[in-house]
Protein backbone atom coordinates (compact mmCIF):
# COMPACT_ATOMS: atom_id res chain seq x y z
CA UNK A 1 0.00 0.00 0.00
CA UNK A 2 1.22 3.82 -0.60
CA UNK A 3 1.21 6.28 2.06
CA UNK A 4 2.25 9.93 2.11
CA UNK A 5 3.72 11.55 5.03
CA UNK A 6 3.35 15.38 6.34
CA UNK A 7 6.38 16.48 8.46
CA UNK A 8 4.89 18.86 10.72
CA UNK A 9 1.14 19.03 11.95
CA UNK A 10 1.34 22.24 11.73
CA UNK A 11 3.88 25.32 10.35
CA UNK A 12 3.88 29.12 10.91
CA UNK A 13 5.72 32.15 9.33
CA UNK A 14 5.38 35.36 8.59
CA UNK A 15 3.61 37.54 5.98
CA UNK A 16 6.49 37.89 3.23
CA UNK A 17 8.47 35.23 4.50
CA UNK A 18 8.97 31.37 2.69
CA UNK A 19 6.44 29.10 2.78
CA UNK A 20 7.49 25.19 2.42
CA UNK A 21 5.15 22.34 3.68
CA UNK A 22 7.07 18.59 3.22
CA UNK A 23 5.43 15.76 2.07
CA UNK A 24 7.26 12.15 1.31
CA UNK A 25 5.35 9.63 0.02
CA UNK A 26 6.21 5.45 -0.08
CA UNK A 27 5.90 3.94 -3.69
CA UNK A 28 7.76 1.64 -6.01
CA UNK A 29 6.54 3.33 -8.99
CA UNK A 30 6.76 6.65 -10.74
CA UNK A 31 3.28 8.22 -8.49
CA UNK A 32 0.61 10.68 -9.66
CA UNK A 33 1.25 13.05 -6.73
CA UNK A 34 -0.97 16.33 -5.49
CA UNK A 35 -1.51 19.09 -3.04
CA UNK A 36 -4.72 20.05 -2.04
CA UNK A 37 -5.83 22.61 0.21
CA UNK A 38 -9.01 23.25 2.42
CA UNK A 39 -10.38 26.25 3.97
CA UNK A 40 -12.06 26.40 7.32
CA UNK A 41 -15.95 24.71 6.50
CA UNK A 42 -14.96 24.12 3.35
CA UNK A 43 -14.12 21.05 0.74
CA UNK A 44 -10.68 20.39 -0.84
CA UNK A 45 -9.16 22.77 -3.68
CA UNK A 46 -6.44 21.28 -6.01
CA UNK A 47 -3.17 23.36 -6.11
CA UNK A 48 -1.65 21.68 -8.19
CA UNK A 49 -0.30 17.76 -9.38
CA UNK A 50 2.54 15.37 -10.60
CA UNK A 51 1.67 13.36 -13.37
CA UNK A 52 5.05 12.62 -14.36
CA UNK A 53 5.95 15.62 -16.95
CA UNK A 54 8.13 18.40 -15.99
CA UNK A 55 9.74 17.74 -12.07
CA UNK A 56 8.81 21.29 -10.72
CA UNK A 57 5.26 21.42 -11.10
CA UNK A 58 3.46 25.32 -10.77
CA UNK A 59 0.27 25.76 -9.08
CA UNK A 60 -2.41 28.27 -8.23
CA UNK A 61 -1.57 31.06 -5.68
CA UNK A 62 1.84 31.30 -6.47
CA UNK A 63 2.72 27.58 -5.10
CA UNK A 64 4.76 25.01 -6.36
CA UNK A 65 6.63 22.12 -5.60
CA UNK A 66 9.07 19.92 -7.22
CA UNK A 67 9.27 16.32 -7.30
CA UNK A 68 12.80 14.42 -6.31
CA UNK A 69 12.44 10.52 -7.36
CA UNK A 70 15.46 9.94 -5.28
CA UNK A 71 14.30 11.59 -2.21
CA UNK A 72 10.70 10.54 -2.89
CA UNK A 73 9.36 13.69 -1.87
CA UNK A 74 6.85 16.41 -3.38
CA UNK A 75 7.79 19.25 -0.87
CA UNK A 76 5.17 22.68 -1.53
CA UNK A 77 6.62 25.87 -1.41
CA UNK A 78 5.55 29.78 -1.89
CA UNK A 79 8.19 32.55 -2.01
CA UNK A 80 6.05 35.16 -0.03
CA UNK A 81 3.53 34.16 2.20
CA UNK A 82 0.07 36.11 2.49
CA UNK A 83 -2.35 36.32 4.78
CA UNK A 84 -4.99 34.62 2.67
CA UNK A 85 -3.04 31.52 2.94
CA UNK A 86 -3.48 30.13 5.77
CA UNK A 87 -5.27 26.82 5.94
CA UNK A 88 -5.13 23.21 5.84
CA UNK A 89 -2.92 21.83 3.10
CA UNK A 90 -3.19 17.98 2.35
CA UNK A 91 -0.66 15.98 -0.01
CA UNK A 92 -2.34 13.00 -1.61
CA UNK A 93 -0.68 10.08 -3.46
CA UNK A 94 -2.84 7.92 -6.37
CA UNK A 95 -3.00 4.69 -5.30
CA UNK A 96 -5.49 1.57 -6.56
CA UNK A 97 -7.82 4.26 -8.65
CA UNK A 98 -8.26 6.71 -5.57
CA UNK A 99 -6.40 9.41 -3.62
CA UNK A 100 -4.92 8.51 -0.74
CA UNK A 101 -3.96 11.74 1.74
CA UNK A 102 -1.34 12.73 4.19
CA UNK A 103 -3.00 13.86 7.46
CA UNK A 104 -2.30 17.38 6.97
CA UNK A 105 -0.32 20.62 7.24
CA UNK A 106 -1.85 23.87 9.03
CA UNK A 107 -0.33 26.77 7.80
CA UNK A 108 -0.37 30.27 9.81
CA UNK A 109 0.60 33.47 8.82
CA UNK A 110 1.49 36.03 11.01
CA UNK A 111 1.62 39.95 10.10
CA UNK B 1 -24.11 21.21 -12.00
CA UNK B 2 -21.43 23.45 -11.45
CA UNK B 3 -19.68 22.33 -8.53
CA UNK B 4 -20.40 19.30 -5.82
CA UNK B 5 -23.46 19.46 -4.03
CA UNK B 6 -23.63 17.89 -0.85
CA UNK B 7 -26.40 17.75 1.68
CA UNK B 8 -27.07 18.35 4.44
CA UNK B 9 -24.18 20.55 5.25
CA UNK B 10 -24.75 19.80 8.63
CA UNK B 11 -26.71 16.96 10.78
CA UNK B 12 -26.90 16.30 14.67
CA UNK B 13 -28.32 12.78 15.20
CA UNK B 14 -28.83 10.74 17.96
CA UNK B 15 -26.92 7.71 18.99
CA UNK B 16 -29.13 4.79 16.89
CA UNK B 17 -30.29 7.10 14.61
CA UNK B 18 -29.97 6.27 10.86
CA UNK B 19 -28.52 9.33 8.44
CA UNK B 20 -28.61 9.81 4.99
CA UNK B 21 -25.84 11.88 2.77
CA UNK B 22 -26.54 13.10 -0.67
CA UNK B 23 -24.01 13.89 -2.96
CA UNK B 24 -24.67 15.23 -6.24
CA UNK B 25 -21.45 15.25 -8.86
CA UNK B 26 -20.12 17.47 -11.07
CA UNK B 27 -22.49 16.82 -14.63
CA UNK B 28 -20.62 14.48 -16.58
CA UNK B 29 -18.39 13.18 -13.91
CA UNK B 30 -18.31 8.99 -14.18
CA UNK B 31 -16.14 8.60 -10.96
CA UNK B 32 -17.20 9.67 -7.24
CA UNK B 33 -15.77 8.84 -4.22
CA UNK B 34 -16.53 9.06 -0.50
CA UNK B 35 -14.40 9.95 2.30
CA UNK B 36 -14.83 10.80 6.14
CA UNK B 37 -12.17 13.27 7.80
CA UNK B 38 -12.52 13.32 11.54
CA UNK B 39 -11.55 16.55 13.27
CA UNK B 40 -7.79 17.09 12.93
CA UNK B 41 -7.38 14.34 10.52
CA UNK B 42 -6.90 14.03 6.41
CA UNK B 43 -9.42 12.65 4.31
CA UNK B 44 -10.14 8.83 4.99
CA UNK B 45 -11.19 6.85 1.90
CA UNK B 46 -14.19 5.41 2.08
CA UNK B 47 -15.64 3.85 -1.23
CA UNK B 48 -15.99 4.90 -5.08
CA UNK B 49 -18.20 4.71 -7.79
CA UNK B 50 -17.55 4.11 -11.66
CA UNK B 51 -21.29 5.34 -12.80
CA UNK B 52 -23.17 2.79 -11.17
CA UNK B 53 -21.03 0.15 -10.29
CA UNK B 54 -19.10 0.27 -6.78
CA UNK B 55 -15.83 -0.56 -7.42
CA UNK B 56 -13.96 -0.29 -4.36
CA UNK B 57 -15.91 -0.54 -0.81
CA UNK B 58 -12.86 -1.19 1.30
CA UNK B 59 -12.63 1.91 3.30
CA UNK B 60 -16.31 1.50 4.98
CA UNK B 61 -15.61 1.21 8.51
CA UNK B 62 -18.68 -1.63 9.48
CA UNK B 63 -21.96 -2.88 7.86
CA UNK B 64 -23.32 -0.39 8.72
CA UNK B 65 -22.28 2.09 6.38
CA UNK B 66 -23.91 1.83 3.25
CA UNK B 67 -23.39 3.30 -0.45
CA UNK B 68 -25.46 3.55 -3.31
CA UNK B 69 -25.31 5.51 -6.89
CA UNK B 70 -28.15 4.08 -8.49
CA UNK B 71 -28.38 5.94 -11.68
CA UNK B 72 -24.98 6.74 -12.10
CA UNK B 73 -24.91 10.70 -11.06
CA UNK B 74 -26.27 10.91 -7.57
CA UNK B 75 -25.35 9.31 -4.50
CA UNK B 76 -26.48 8.50 -1.08
CA UNK B 77 -23.82 7.72 1.87
CA UNK B 78 -25.97 5.57 4.70
CA UNK B 79 -25.06 5.23 8.17
CA UNK B 80 -27.52 2.72 10.10
CA UNK B 81 -27.61 2.87 13.86
CA UNK B 82 -25.17 6.14 13.93
CA UNK B 83 -22.33 5.88 17.04
CA UNK B 84 -20.46 8.91 18.41
CA UNK B 85 -17.26 7.58 16.58
CA UNK B 86 -19.35 8.02 13.06
CA UNK B 87 -19.04 11.98 14.00
CA UNK B 88 -16.85 13.24 11.50
CA UNK B 89 -17.51 15.49 7.97
CA UNK B 90 -18.16 13.56 5.13
CA UNK B 91 -16.67 14.59 1.98
CA UNK B 92 -18.18 13.88 -1.74
CA UNK B 93 -15.42 13.88 -4.63
CA UNK B 94 -15.97 13.41 -8.29
CA UNK B 95 -13.68 13.19 -11.20
CA UNK B 96 -13.71 13.06 -15.35
CA UNK B 97 -10.12 12.11 -15.65
CA UNK B 98 -8.90 8.28 -15.07
CA UNK B 99 -5.25 8.64 -15.74
CA UNK B 100 -4.55 11.72 -13.16
CA UNK B 101 -7.89 11.14 -10.65
CA UNK B 102 -7.94 15.14 -10.20
CA UNK B 103 -11.05 14.99 -7.54
CA UNK B 104 -12.94 18.16 -7.09
CA UNK B 105 -14.46 18.04 -3.82
CA UNK B 106 -17.84 19.76 -2.47
CA UNK B 107 -18.20 21.28 0.81
CA UNK B 108 -19.10 18.19 2.94
CA UNK B 109 -21.44 17.15 5.73
CA UNK B 110 -20.57 17.35 9.28
CA UNK B 111 -22.21 14.53 10.98
CA UNK B 112 -22.70 14.67 14.88
CA UNK B 113 -23.49 12.25 16.72
CA UNK B 114 -25.17 12.96 20.62
Known amino acids: AQSVTQLGSHVSVSEGALVLLRCNYSSSVPPYLFWYVQYPNQGLQLLLKYTSAATLVKGINGFEAEFKKSETSFHLTKPSAHMSDAAEYFCAVRWGGKLIFGQGTELSVKP | GAGVSQSPRYKVAKRGQDVALRCDPI?????LFWYQQALGQGPEFLTY????????KSGLPSDRFFAERPEGSVSTLKIQRTQKEDSAVYLCASSSDWVSRELFFGEGSRLTVL
Open chain 2, 49 to 56: FQNEAQLD
Open chain 2, 27 to 31: SGHVS
